[in-house]
Every structure is written in C-alpha cells, then in structure tokens.
C-alpha cells in the first residue's frame, strides 16, 4: 500500500473541499489513489445527501452575481438546513460560485423535472425531425432522440452541467462535495438570470 503523504492529503482536500480527516480516510482506502479517493469521497457526498433528504432546508444565503460588464446579473438561493452552516466561508463561496456559473451558462432551470414540459416537447421535436430528414430509420430516431435529450440536459440543466471551473465535475458533483463536508442537505432553490436587452 501507497504512504499517504500531507501533498496527497493537501491535493485531495483541494479537489473535493473535504476534511482533513476525511481526506486521509478515503486515501487510505484508495490504497493511496487520488482519482479512486475522490469518488470515494463523492459517493459519501450521495450517502448524506440521501440520509438526509427528508430535513428541511429553511436556513440560507441569496448570493448575487454581477458580471464585470455590468450586463449580466445572476441571483441564487441556496437553502441548509442550519444558520450555523449557511454563515461558513464554504458555503458563501459555493453560492457564489453557482451564481457565476448561472451567469455563464444561463441554464433554464435547476433541475430536471423543472424543465417547462413546452420546452422539453419543442426539443423532442426538433430532434425527431431532424432524425427523419438524415433518413434514419423509425426504429433508431427514438434512440437518436433519447441520446440528444440528454445532451440538452447536461446543457440545460444547471445540477447536470459541469463546473466552469473545473469540467471534470458536475454543479451536482459540487453540491454533493459540499453536502459530505458539512453533513446537512443543500439544496439549490432557485435563480434569476437578468440580461441587458433581453427580453
């Protein structure tokens, strides 16, 4: 087995926002790779974030994003379940953190099933047709369609695009960090996305 050293440790708290503890733990049982402790990591992030999905976030921060032009201007809500945790630098710095990747990305909702069903059934749409005009044949289209869908949600969809900083993980992967590291259900609310001369 690998020794875990405090560059390994400091790197992996880096990555993920995890506790030193935390880090070491999930590093040893990568056997000391730092790619497997990530995920390890992660999938505690999912553990607590499931563990804890009954309590009721009424704590928080609405954290405003105004993009150096002065035309571009994002507000987030980002709900905790403590006042405690809503005060903590690391979650300040997430709040805004999602507000600058709102600004850049200007998703159309923060979930999934807050997709306005109108939207989801003109890109439905649009995919089959352009399925039919390439020729495919009826059988694949729904496969074609499906695959395409997905594509839209990872654009779309502000939980499943990935991180402006750091493409490797998700806006989903970030909260989840988040939710391992403070151990309270985190929840993204929701977002105002203003735009000079936009409609």
Do not use: W
């Amino acid at each position: 087995m690998a020794e875990i050293t405090m560059e390994m440790i400091k790197e992996l708290r880096a990555r993920t926002a995890a506790g030193f503890m935390d880090c070491k733990k999930a590093l040893e049982e990568a056997g000391g790779d730092l790619e497997k402790a990530v995920d390890i990591l992660r999938k505690r992030g999912l553990a607590i974030a499931a563990k804890r999905a009954g309590k009721t976030t009424s704590e928080g921060i609405v954290s405003a994003y105004i993009h150096a032009n002065g035309k571009i201007g994002v507000l987030v809500e980002v709900n905790c379940e403590t006042d405690f945790v809503a005060r903590t630098e690391e979650f300040k710095e997430f709040a805004h953190n999602v507000a600058m990747q709102i600004a850049a990305t200007n998703p159309i909702a923060v979930r999934r099933e807050d997709v306005p069903p109108e939207v989801l059934e003109r890109e439905r749409k649009l995919y089959e047709e352009q399925a039919r005009e390439s020729g495919k044949p009826e059988n694949v289209i729904e496969k074609i369609v499906q695959g395409k869908l997905e594509k839209f949600y990872q654009e779309a969809v502000l939980l499943e695009q990935p991180y402006i900083k750091n493409p490797d993980l998700t806006i989903q992967d970030l909260l989840n960090e988040l939710i391992a590291k403070t151990g309270e259900k985190i929840v993204i609310r929701r977002f105002a996305r203003f735009q000079v001369g936009e409609e």
